[in-house]
């Protein structure tokens, strides 16, 4: 007769069992989120290149596409890269499948806004078109604002 506290399966293979379900269901996420404005962007602008050696790399940024309930935040997720001719973005690999590099040129750019939410001050990047608005914060929020104005001058 089995012991009480015996588990009615091997620890074994719950092990493998969890290894085998877990990248799945990582991917299922990534997929979903993805679907919540990432693809959008991915497809108004593709990369076609890689950030120039020259631009000016943010790591970790936080972006939100939208500013929905159901809006995709990436917060500390992202890498981001300033050149003079635009911006280009990519999440950090563990949420990179399903996520595509982006490049957006500053000549597509609707506008840049500052605004505040409780006491976090953001900018809102208007991209036009069927694009969700990119909600930045932190130093890629700072970083694009700065560069906008100086385009501007």
Known sequence: MPAADALPIPVGAIVALF?????????????????????????????????????DRIRFATLALGASVRSANYSGSINAWLAPSGLWLRPILP????????????????????????????????LGGDVPDLVLSGRLAQAVLDRTKAKKR
Do not use: Q, T
């Open 95 to 126: 949420f990179r499948p399903f996520h595509a590099m982006v490049f957006i040129p500053w000549a597509h750019v609707r506008s840049v806004a500052s605004e505040r939410r409780m006491l976090m001050k953001l900018v809102r990047v208007a």
């Open 19 to 55: 290894l085998a379900a877990f990248p799945i269901f990582w991917c299922a996420i990534l997929w979903l989120i993805a679907g919540m404005g990432w693809r959008r962007l991915a497809n108004a602008y593709p990369a076609n290149s890689d950030p120039p050696d020259s631009a």
